[in-house]
């Protein structure tokens, strides 16, 4: 089955800066790339997604980049904002059809 | 995004008893949702996919007598964790998926998940 890693497990960036977290994927069937944010007690929410048919999808100041070729994923978040510290898991799928094996999480701290 | 509820949010009940868990969507119909489960300060691991319709389908290890799924129609799934014991404590947590046909298309939204205790 899938397997999905991520890194780092906690990444903490001064206010204003940017951060990046990374996954990697083992089933080159898996398609489908989504990014959750996770809130203390809360549902993950979704925040971007990409499909392999694409190398880069942007929205605001949050980006995703895809290599399929090296089977890794990741998320930059650019102008980071005090809320923007949560829990953020990366996902693998078929297709986005099938349920998703999720990645260890990055616990990610913005520093004032 | 699209819009998932679940119910009850937060539930506690003895040791051998049962507990029913509901999972709506509510602004869009899901052929399909999944769960899954969410131990303190872990990942989520995928249960089971539940389809409108049809049996359910598990994760290895997952016993289906133990939750029972339940998809019976486009907007509603429901886990029963049965006979629950004190390690069955968790966060449970459903997704809906869009249909394929949806804007956007094949995309899970999560519900805000139900924090199970078993005493």
């Known amino acids: 089955g899938e397997n999905v890693e991520q890194h780092p497990s906690t990444l903490s960036v001064q206010e204003g800066d940017s951060a990046v977290i990374k996954c990697t994927y083992s089933?080159?069937?898996?398609?489908?790339f989504p990014w959750y944010k996770q809130e203390l007690g809360k549902g993950p929410q979704l925040i971007i997604d990409?499909?392999?048919?694409?190398g880069e999808k942007k929205d605001q100041r949050i980006a995703v980049t895809l290599n399929k070729t090296a089977k890794h994923f990741s998320l930059h978040i650019t102008e980071t904002q005090p809320e923007d510290s949560a829990v953020y898991f990366c996902?693998?799928?078929?297709?986005?059809?099938?349920?998703?094996?999720f990645g260890k999480g990055t616990h990610l701290i913005i520093q004032p | 995004g699209a819009v998932v509820s679940q119910h009850p949010s937060r539930v506690i009940c003895k040791s051998g008893t049962s507990v029913k868990i509901e999972c709506r969507s509510l602004?869009?119909?899901?052929?399909?949702m999944f769960w899954y489960r969410q131990f303190p300060k872990k990942s989520l691991m995928l249960m089971a996919t539940s389809n409108e319709g049809s049996k359910a389908t598990y994760e290895q290890g997952v016993e289906k007598d133990k939750f029972l799924i339940n998809h019976a129609s486009l907007t509603l799934s429901t886990l029963t964790v049965t006979s629950a014991h004190p390690e069955d404590s968790s966060f449970y947590i459903c997704s809906a998926r869009t249909p394929t046909s949806g804007r956007p298309p094949d995309t899970q939204y999560f519900g805000p998940g139900t924090r199970l205790t078993v005493l």
């Open positions: 996902a693998a799928s078929y297709r986005g059809a099938d349920g998703l094996t």
């Open positions: 602004d869009f119909q899901a052929t399909t």
């Open positions: 990409i499909r392999s048919n694409v």
């Open positions: 089933d080159s069937a898996s398609n489908y």
